[in-house]
C-alpha cells in the first residue's frame, strides 16, 4: 500500500528572522535536510509545499522531491494544507504530513509509521511527544476531503482530535522539538552534535 510524503515549508519564518528553510544545520540547509530525509524512507512520492521565497529555498530541493507552490500560503499553515492536499489527493491514497522544521525526527520513527500504516490502513497515524499530538501524521484518503477545508492556522491536529478512536499514536520524544526562533536553531545544532557524538 502506497504512502506518499508531504513535507510543509511555506512560512516566511517571522519568528526566526530570516529564511527558516534556509538556515545552515552543520553542512546542509534545514530544507535540504528535510527533504532528504524523506526520500531516504520508501515513499511513493515526496511532495514539498513552498510558498514565501520559494525561488531560493526550491534551488536546495532535490530533483526526485515534487515541489507544490501554496499561492494561499500567507493564510497559515492549515490553507498551505488544504492547498497541497486539494493538488495532490487525487494521486494519493495515504499521506503523511510533515514539517520542514522538525529536523530531530528520527529515521526509525519514520519507518514505525510506515509500518503502523500498512498493518491499520483505515486509521490516522500519529505522532505523540511527552503527551502532544505533533506531526508527521498519516491520513487515509477517507480523511483528505477534511485536510482540503482546512483555514488559516487551524491544522491537520483538530482533524485527530476530532476522529479520537480512529487514531494510532507512536511515541516519538525528538518530535517535540522544531525551529521557530534562532535560539531553537542554536540548540538543535548542539542536540544534533550530541547525537553525533553518541553514535561515532
Same mark, same amino acid.
Given at each position: 500500500m502506497p504512502v506518499s510524503a508531504l513535507l510543509l515549508a511555506a512560512g516566511n519564518s517571522q519568528r526566526f528572522m530570516a529564511v527558516k528553510q534556509l538556515a545552515k544545520l552543520h553542512s546542509e540547509t534545514v530544507i535540504e535536510h528535510s527533504s532528504k530525509a524523506l526520500l531516504s524512507h520508501h515513499f511513493n512520492q515526496v511532495y514539498v509545499a513552498l510558498g514565501a521565497h520559494i525561488a531560493s529555498i526550491a534551488k536546495k530541493? #532535490? *530533483? $526526485? /522531491?515534487? =515541489?507544490?507552490?501554496?499561492?494561499?500560503? &500567507? $493564510? !497559515?499553515? !492549515?490553507?498551505?494544507? /488544504? &492547498?497541497a492536499i486539494t493538488n495532490?489527493?487525487?494521486h494519493e491514497q495515504h499521506i503523511m504530513i510533515a514539517l520542514a522544521d522538525q529536523v530531530l525526527v528520527p529515521a526509525q520513527h519514520i519507518e514505525k509509521l510506515l @509500518?503502523?500504516? $500498512? /498493518?491499520?490502513? %483505515?486509521?490516522?497515524?500519529? @505522532?505523540?511527544?511527552? !503527551?502532544? =499530538?505533533? #506531526? #508527521?501524521v498519516i491520513f487515509p484518503k477517507t480523511y483528505h476531503h477534511e485536510? /482540503?477545508?482546512? @483555514?488559516? %492556522?487551524r491544522g491537520a491536529i483538530s482533524i485527530i482530535k476530532a476522529n479520537e478512536k480512529n487514531v494510532i499514536y507512536s511515541q516519538c520524544p525528538e518530535a517535540i522539538y522544531d525551529i521557530d526562533t &534562532? *535560539? %531553537?536553531?542554536? *540548540? =538543535?545544532?548542539?542536540? =544534533?552534535? &550530541?547525537?553525533?557524538?553518541e553514535h561515532a
Open positions: 530541493i #532535490p *530533483e $526526485q /522531491a515534487n =515541489i507544490l507552490y501554496c499561492s494561499q500560503w &500567507q $493564510q !497559515g499553515i !492549515g490553507k498551505t494544507i /488544504a &492547498q495532490i489527493s487525487k @509500518t503502523l500504516c $500498512q /498493518a491499520h490502513p %483505515d486509521k490516522i497515524i500519529a @505522532t505523540k511527544a511527552y !503527551g502532544v =499530538i505533533v #506531526p #508527521p485536510l /482540503a477545508k482546512l @483555514t488559516r %492556522d &534562532q *535560539e %531553537d536553531l542554536v *540548540e =538543535i545544532k548542539a542536540r =544534533i552534535k &550530541q547525537n553525533t557524538r
